[in-house]
């Protein structure tokens, strides 16, 4: 059994995802406010917590901004449909997914079990370490050092590196790095990746002489540019 | 018309009127002293009494000497500013010093064997006449009156000089009378941005007049709106949050039920599925088009990148066209700039594209294009379905407006999403229509752009891909 904390202040939701996760191998813990899920989130090893954004009195987004000076544990946001703000704010965050309330549990547990495959390791990549330019990634420890400089990077965010360290120079499509980046295919009006993107480009900065070093091209993904590239 | 600011018409007229009055003035006085209305009865009666004392002064200079002369003079006339001369009858000055104009009068009086002589210059009377004292001596005696009190306009230096201080004056007066105008232009153009916080009152400080009346009223109803929009704001999160917990709880439900039944019950769950699907996306349409409505929702000054913005809604797009045997295709994408938010312009377009993928023929694709023309940005999409009766064309953007039940039923459709596109374009100030083309519907939406297309075009040279 794989334990997941849900956050919600919805009591009877809960029950019924209990219910549901419980024959899918998942044992929920629930709690109903922010700072009580805290509470418990630091408490207890998870492996992995489902955040409602919209909760009474503290947030899901101050919520998972303190969970996040502490912790590393995967965290997946319920976010209001059509509030594109919070999704955006959450993934920058630090948030690992998000899924729109209302939503199927299907894809609850699929969004889940893509986040579990990726906190344990990607066994499908290589384990060496990768030295691009001025960047450096260990998968083993998974970090990463640009410039000499440790970046802290959210599980999301490095596997895209990852993902672009090992393609230098060539297009990558967005429905490719959403499936290496978040483990899930891209569902239509899915903005994520682009600010999983954009944050890694943040994160790093761009090269010496404000090269850029992520370029997105239009209609087809991105790609990762050596120095010096242009393309 | 031209836009004339408050302030400098208000310091322009004043000073205007006030440099108008100043010399109005100076020349009706002007005038008033070039030409005396009456001089003979002025100084007739004057003469009267003239007469007597110059004789009672001769007398006592004849008869006591100078010296009582003056003495006499000075006890009963210097104090009043008024000179007296005295010559004997040649005309030669017994009182030095004497001013030229009394001289110029005595010498006139005897030239002209005249008894009495006056002359009137710059409004000051010299009057002088001829005095045979009781000795038989003959005196002339002239007296200059003391100038008359009497404004009598000002010298040109001065008038440019009064001229100038009304303009400094009109200056403040403007300044006083527009400033708190100005700082309620201010508030006024911040709160129609959507800061419904601005108020006015603690910026006018201690006034107290109509302005300041007016900033109250200003704030009383900024308080009034700002209260209206946060309940409205309340009542939309709480709608969205209560209508949907319950959907929220169903779906799982659903899925347990599914679960439980093992398969005995699908096309009813199915069903289940889809009408909780459609109440689901009804809530969410609903809530936008109330935002829209309300004006709760504001435009950001963000800049957009259309050409991205139409891309990554045509990619989408085709996610949900290619199941269903069409397409999505891009014609023409030019470099567009506009001024607003790229969520509600990306849910306006993606709408208008949704709609045309629900109606387009299958087997056929649907024609994007984005073009600029002149400060516009003009999005056009084309359908290749059945189009919409001429008579019902301007009614398509009004919410729920169906154009065929038998039409809109297999669609699937619930009939706001062409309203929360016109919705959204107008509150970026651009314009959406719609007009059948030969095998179809054809929708465009017309923005304003933020910046001229050639400045974008220099400033970003294409790079090969």
């Known amino acids: 059994?794989?334990?997941?904390?849900?956050?919600?202040?919805?009591?009877?939701?809960?029950?019924?995802?209990?219910?549901?996760?419980?024959?899918?191998?998942?044992?929920?813990?629930?709690?109903?406010?922010?700072?009580?899920?805290?509470?418990?989130?630091?408490a207890n090893h998870y492996s992995a917590i489902v955040l409602d954004v919209m909760l009474p009195g503290m947030s899901g987004l101050d919520v998972l901004k303190q969970l996040r000076q502490k912790s590393s544990v995967p965290?997946?946001?319920?976010?209001?449909?059509?509030?594109?703000?919070?999704?955006?704010?959450?993934?920058?965050?630090?948030?690992?997914?998000?899924?729109?309330?209302?939503?199927?549990?299907?894809?609850?547990?699929?969004?889940?079990?893509?986040?579990?495959?990726?906190?344990?390791?990607?066994?499908?990549?290589?384990?060496?370490?990768?030295?691009?330019?001025?960047?450096?990634?260990?998968?083993?420890?998974?970090?990463?050092?640009?410039?000499?400089?440790?970046?802290?990077?959210?599980?999301?965010?490095?596997?895209?590196?990852?993902?672009?360290?090992?393609?230098?120079?060539?297009?990558?499509?967005r429905e490719d790095l959403t499936q290496a980046a978040l483990g899930r295919p891209m569902s239509p009006m899915d903005r994520s990746i682009d600010v999983h993107v954009s944050n890694l480009r943040r994160k790093l900065g761009p090269y010496e002489g404000e090269q850029e070093r992520i370029k997105a091209i239009r209609g087809s993904g991105y790609v990762y540019l050596l120095p010096g590239e242009q393309a | 018309m031209k836009y004339r600011s408050l302030f400098l018409k208000i310091f322009f007229y004043f000073w205007l009127a006030a440099a108008a009055m100043i010399g109005t003035l100076n020349v009706m006085l002007w005038f008033s002293f070039a030409q005396d209305p009456n001089p003979e009865r002025r100084r007739g009666a004057l003469g009267e009494a003239l007469n007597l004392y110059a004789e009672s002064a001769v007398q006592v200079y004849d008869s006591e000497g100078p010296q009582a002369f003056e003495q006499y003079v000075n006890r009963s006339l210097k104090e009043a500013g008024t000179e007296i001369e005295l010559f004997d009858g040649e005309g030669t000055p017994l009182t030095p010093p004497t001013?030229?104009?009394?001289?110029?009068?005595?010498?006139?009086?005897?030239?002209?064997?005249?008894?009495?002589?006056?002359?009137?210059a710059l409004g000051r009377l010299t009057w002088g006449r001829?005095?045979?004292?009781?000795?038989?001596?003959?005196?002339?005696?002239?007296?200059?009156?003391?100038?008359?009190?009497?404004?009598?306009?000002?010298?040109p230096f001065g008038i440019v000089l009064s001229i100038l201080a009304a303009g400094v004056i009109s200056y403040l007066l403007a300044l006083y009378l527009t400033s708190p105008v100005k700082k309620l232009k201010t508030a006024v153009q911040s709160f129609a941005e959507g800061n419904l916080d601005v108020r006015v009152t603690p910026q006018l400080g201690g006034r107290r007049d109509e302005l300041a009346d007016l900033g109250r009223e200003f704030d009383q109803m900024a308080e009034q709106i700002a209260a209206l929009i946060s309940s409205q704001k309340r009542l939309l999160a709480d709608i969205s949050h209560e209508l949907r917990s319950p959907l929220a709880r169903l779906t799982v439900a659903l899925e347990l039920a599914r679960k439980n039944t093992n398969g005995k019950a699908e096309a009813a769950l199915d069903r289940i599925e889809l009408e909780s699907e459609r109440v689901n996306k009804l809530v969410g349409q609903l809530l936008a088009l109330t935002r829209l409505e309300s004006g709760a929702e504001r435009v950001p000054p963000e800049t957009v990148v259309l050409e991205d913005l139409v891309q990554q809604?045509?990619?989408?797009?085709n996610y949900e066209a290619k199941p269903q045997h069409k397409e999505v295709k891009i014609l023409k994408l030019e470099q567009c700039r506009v001024r607003g938010s790229s969520e509600l312009l990306r849910s306006g377009v993606e709408n208008v594209v949704r709609n045309a993928i629900r109606y387009t023929a299958e087997g056929t694709s649907i024609e994007v294009s984005l073009i600029?023309?002149?400060?516009?940005?003009?999005?056009?999409?084309?359908?290749?379905?059945?189009?919409?009766?001429?008579?019902?064309?301007?009614?398509?953007?009004?919410?729920?407006?169906?154009?065929?039940?038998?039409?809109?039923?297999?669609?699937g459709g619930v009939g706001l999403g062409l309203s929360i596109a016109e919705r959204t374009v107008v509150l970026h100030g651009g314009s959406i229509r719609a007009e059948n083309t030969s095998d179809g519907l054809l929708i465009t939406i017309e923005l304003p752009l933020s910046s001229t297309p050639s400045a974008i075009h220099s400033a970003t040279e294409k790079q090969p891909v």
């Open chain 1, 75 to 173: 965290v997946l946001m319920l976010t209001a449909r059509g509030s594109e703000l919070d999704r955006i704010l959450g993934l920058e965050l630090g948030a690992d997914d998000y899924l729109a309330k209302p939503f199927n549990p299907r894809e609850l547990v699929a969004r889940l079990r893509a986040i579990l495959r990726r906190a344990t390791g990607s066994p499908t990549g290589p384990s060496q370490p990768v030295h691009l330019a001025d960047v450096e990634l260990h998968p083993e420890s998974r970090s990463v050092t640009c410039d000499s400089k440790t970046v802290n990077l959210t599980g999301a965010e490095f596997d895209l590196l990852h993902t672009f360290l090992r393609n230098p120079g060539k297009i990558i499509s």
């Open chain 2, 99 to 120: 001013p030229a104009e009394a001289t110029r009068v005595a010498a006139e009086i005897k030239q002209a064997q005249q008894h009495v002589s006056s002359v009137t």
């Open chain 2, 372 to 411: 600029w023309r002149l400060d516009t940005a003009v999005v056009t999409v084309k359908d290749h379905g059945p189009g919409v009766p001429e008579t019902e064309l301007k009614h398509i953007f009004e919410p729920f407006y169906r154009v065929g039940e038998a039409r809109e039923r297999s669609s």
């Open chain 2, 313 to 317: 809604v045509v990619d989408d797009a």
């Open chain 1, 1 to 42: 059994m794989v334990s997941v904390l849900l956050i919600d202040d919805d009591t009877e939701l809960s029950k019924l995802l209990e219910e549901y996760l419980q024959s899918e191998q998942f044992e929920l813990d629930a709690a109903h406010d922010g700072p009580a899920g805290l509470d418990k989130a630091l």
């Open chain 2, 130 to 155: 001829t005095v045979i004292a009781p000795s038989g001596r003959t005196y002339i005696f002239v007296t200059r009156l003391r100038q008359p009190y009497v404004f009598r306009g000002l010298p």
